[in-house]
């Protein structure tokens, strides 16, 4: 697919977002009957920031300092009413680079999320769009980059969902339907999909605390490299044994099949426990589910992560332990895997005035001789919050990207700082 090609299907996917909080801002204009009925909260807000940071291009040596004033106006908005529910976010962002490092930015970040009854208690439809910018490697978070560039493209995925809610007798309820999911990219090298499901899931409360799931999923990808059919059964179950401490698991198996000839089979499960104390809340999960990739057309993720965190009078503490593998399922490799530890902290010194701090230290597996396989990063912030919900911050980040934990040669590091002035209305 072409450049032009896929900057219109970019901007009419932009469009429809756009065309569908105008309808929701429509139904509130025009209909006093579902507005006296509904419940609608709209937040815009926008902020300017000054970013410096001592290595642009995050190269080992030649460091090059940059000043980056970014403008972010945005807006979330939520409706409520007996037949719809419409949740919107977004943010626009200008990215000026003072010393010429990259041309001037202009990004989007957009989430909508939408439910209609189109026959009460029966007959439902989903509506869902994103837009945001990812990482091309899938082991990675742009969230968590230190880059706002570097190997990152922006990624477009649309949904539309209708389906049936059937009521059983006593509490189950089946839920049939079909969904269509288009994604998109940006950069050339990320890989287009479509994929069309139809699926089937039932629920069956046994008491209050224990519930039973079980369902199939029949799902048709298409894409540039390779289409396949893909089969996926399941069985699951929930049990909460105290307020806020539950147990949950599921596992099932998939079944893809290449148009190729390829045939392949896995297990995949989701399963941890979820349990609140006087210490702290605990969670423990372990899961194995397909994952977006950007550069794969179909890639199985296994994890297993826990978590502790911890609510003190004026503050929280989180502790974070996390290993992650992915393999495509075309070839059947595990070419990528992360190990991750991390520490949050955050402190009201006094009012309206909190400080927070984090630490993460992560170990990638190297795809090629120029990966760091070690990275630490170091934040730490300061947050006031004036009259009429006018807020200040300042962060420091700093990162080292390592070849090995016994040198600093031919590291990779990072030092930026950022101001930023926030107004909500």
């Known amino acids: 697919m072409n450049n032009s090609i896929k900057s219109g299907i970019i901007k009419a996917r932009i469009s429809c977002i756009g065309m569908c909080v105008l309808l929701i801002c429509s139904t509130l204009l025009w209909s006093p009957d579902h507005l006296s009925a509904a419940d609608t909260t709209f937040k815009p807000f926008v902020s300017i920031s000054e970013e410096v940071t001592d290595n642009i291009y995050e190269q080992p040596t030649g460091k090059k300092t940059e000043f980056i004033t970014r403008l972010r106006p945005g807006a979330t908005l939520r409706y409520l009413s007996p037949l719809w529910t419409w949740d919107a976010a977004y943010t626009f962002e200008f990215r000026n680079y003072a010393k010429d490092s990259k041309g001037n930015e202009y990004t989007h970040d957009a989430a909508l999320k939408g439910n209609i009854a189109l026959i009460e208690k029966f007959l439902f439809l989903d509506l869902g769009e994103t837009y945001r910018r990812v990482t091309l490697d899938v082991s990675r978070d742009a969230a968590t980059e230190s880059s706002l560039f570097l190997n990152q493209t922006d990624q477009n995925i649309a949904t539309v969902s209708p389906y049936m809610l059937w009521h059983l007798r006593g509490d189950s309820t089946l839920k049939t339907g079909y969904s269509f999911t288009d994604t998109r990219y940006w950069d050339p090298l990320g890989i287009d999909k479509q994929e069309h499901r139809g699926f089937a899931d039932l ?71 979820t349990h609140d104390s006087r210490f702290g809340l605990a969670t423990l999960e372990t899961k194995v589910a397909t994952t977006e990739d950007p550069l794969a057309v179909s890639t199985k993720e296994t994890s297993y992560s826990a978590k502790l965190d911890k609510t003190l009078q004026r503050g929280t503490i989180g502790l974070s332990a996390s290993y992650s593998e992915y393999a495509n399922t075309v070839t059947d490799l595990t070419d990528r895997r992360k190990l991750a530890f991390s520490a949050t902290g955050r402190y009201e010194i006094m009012q309206d005035l909190t400080v927070s701090l984090g630490a993460t230290g992560e170990r990638f597996s190297q795809k090629t001789a120029a990966d760091y396989p070690y990275r630490f990063t170091g934040v730490a912030g300061l947050s006031y919050a004036l009259k009429n919900e006018l807020t200040l911050g300042l962060t420091y980040t700093h990162v080292s990207n390592l070849y090995d934990l016994d040198t600093t040669s031919r590291s990779n590091q990072i030092n930026k700082a950022v101001v930023e002035v926030k107004k909500a209305f």
């Open 203 to 273: 629920n069956h409360k046994v008491t209050e605390r224990f519930s039973l799931t079980s369902g199939y999923m029949y799902t048709r990808l298409e894409s540039l490299p390779t289409r396949f059919n893909q089969h996926d059964i399941y069985a699951g179950f929930r049990y909460e044994y105290a307020d806020k401490s539950f147990l949950f698991g599921r596992v099932g198996n998939t079944w893809q099949q290449f148009d190729s000839g390829l045939d392949v089979n896995y297990l995949f499960w989701n399963a941890g426990i």
